[in-house]
């Protein structure tokens, strides 16, 4: 079982829904998703799938969680320190992408652009 932080509007909670294998936890905002990250350590990866505000969302949770599980997010939201991209914009194949990087052990995601640092 997969655990992902899915963090963007309140409709995507539900992503997991066809996947027995991905438990999908849902924050809306960044201080939500620090918050849910500081209470669960079984966190495997953090899809950002905020309209606006990855960026900033990417920083607080880089800042606050200690190490950070791998953070992702999709190729539009290039240039953003420390974030996997996904070759994806749809948030349903993004969390395919990213379950398969982490079910075959990889930490980089399949190629859209590199690991910003």
Do not use: C, W, Y
């Amino acid at each position: 079982m997969i655990h992902v932080l899915v963090v963007g509007r309140r409709d995507l909670a539900g992503l997991a829904a066809r996947r027995s294998s991905v438990e999908v936890l849902h924050a809306e905002t960044a201080e939500e998703a620090v918050e849910k990250l500081a209470r669960n350590r079984r966190v495997d990866a953090v899809l950002l799938l905020l309209p606006e505000g990855n960026a900033a969302a990417a920083r607080a949770i880089q800042e606050d969680v200690v190490p950070p599980p791998p953070l992702f997010a999709g190729a539009a939201d290039s240039g953003i320190a420390g974030v996997r991209l996904l070759a994806s914009g749809d948030p349903a194949e993004m969390l395919d992408l990213l379950e398969s990087a982490l079910e075959d052990g990889r930490e980089q995601a399949p190629p859209a652009g590199p690991v910003v640092s």
